[in-house]
């Protein structure tokens, strides 16, 4: 599958770590629910080093759609929610 | 609703606002060259923004630095002559300047990456875009018509989501330069309203007069000690 991390780039990555993708992005939903154990950016930096270190960079004559897209690196907890509720989504 | 799939949403939102824009493949290879002609317009714009930014924080800084010096010496100047209730005002200024520069410099530091950040996606979407074009060019030779529509319209949806991620970066780029410049305004502002007073200016502070006063006070004292010592000289000949 085609993993996108917003500002860096696309990346292939094998099918099998997207439960592990999903996972990971469960126990971030917990922590910013405010039930969740560990902290948003341990988990956030956990699912990025997940797309980097397995991940193979996709080049830059690829165009190709991406099946899951990452929040940029420099993202926070708070630029994240302030993404969502510009664009309407509702959260929960 | 996970966080991966909001920003799919969000990211697939924009993509079908950009690809909307046309539904034959034709118009919308024409389309994505304007497309990407603005967004690179509104790169270079971004990039400006927060170069402009950058240098009047960096400005700011260099101010602020100038009267951490001052006002070190200051702060000995009084405690030399005795007079411990200014040198402490010329602490408290001097360690409320130190504050300032270090949140300053903290900004200047992410408005660099900042700025690195937009031009990368500017070298990448020219590529991309580069690349969509070879492509269609190459496609139209290689297939049949209905086969090449669905070919180039794969690419371009490729693209499109490239477009969408470069839009987002701008967007984040210009809220804060935005944050950047109300900070750099407040900052404008406290220095003005002398709590960051640049001393020596025109409009001195107590600080500034108390210590001048000083020191004129000082060398009347000494031209004083100095005159007597003409006058009373010549009495004590004998």
Do not use: C, W
């Amino acid at each position: 599958m085609i993993v996108r991390i917003l500002d860096e780039g696309q990346y292939r990555l094998d099918s099998r770590f997207v439960d592990r993708l999903n996972e990971i992005d469960d126990m971030l939903v917990a922590v910013v629910a405010g039930s969740g154990a560990g902290s948003f950016d341990a988990l956030f930096a956990q699912m990025l080093e997940l797309v980097r270190t397995n991940g193979e960079p996709l080049g830059d004559s690829e165009l190709a759609v991406s099946d899951v897209v990452l929040p940029s690196p420099s993202m926070g907890q708070d630029d994240l929610r302030a993404l969502f509720t510009d664009e309407g989504v509702v959260p929960g | 609703m996970g966080m991966l799939s909001r920003l799919a949403t969000v990211i697939k939102a924009r993509m079908n606002q950009i690809l909307a824009q046309s539904e034959d493949p034709a118009a919308l290879l024409d389309y994505s060259y304007e497309k990407q002609r603005e967004l690179l317009n509104d790169v270079k714009r971004g990039i400006v923004e927060v170069v402009t930014s950058r240098r009047r924080l960096e400005l700011q800084a260099g101010k602020l630095r100038a009267n951490l010096g001052k006002l070190e010496q200051q702060s000995r100047d009084a405690l030399g002559a005795g007079r411990e209730d200014l040198a402490r005002l010329a602490i408290q200024r001097k360690q409320a300047a130190t504050q300032q520069l270090e949140g300053l410099e903290a900004q200047i530091g992410d408005l660099e990456t900042e700025q690195q950040k937009l031009q990368a996606a500017e070298a990448k979407l020219t590529a991309k875009v580069e690349a969509f074009r070879s492509r269609k060019e190459l496609t139209k030779a290689q297939y049949s018509a209905a086969e090449a529509q669905v070919r180039i319209g794969e690419a371009a949806t490729g693209l499109s989501e490239e477009m969408a991620s470069v839009g987002l970066a701008i967007e984040r780029a210009e809220h804060k330069t935005q944050d950047m410049r109300a900070r750099a305004s407040a900052i404008d502002e406290l220095v003005e309203a002398g709590t960051l007073e640049e001393l020596g200016s025109p409009a001195a502070d107590r600080l500034d007069r108390e210590l001048a006063q000083m020191t004129a006070t000082q060398n009347v004292e000494a031209e004083l000690a100095a005159l007597k010592q003409q006058v009373h000289a010549p009495e004590a000949r004998p």
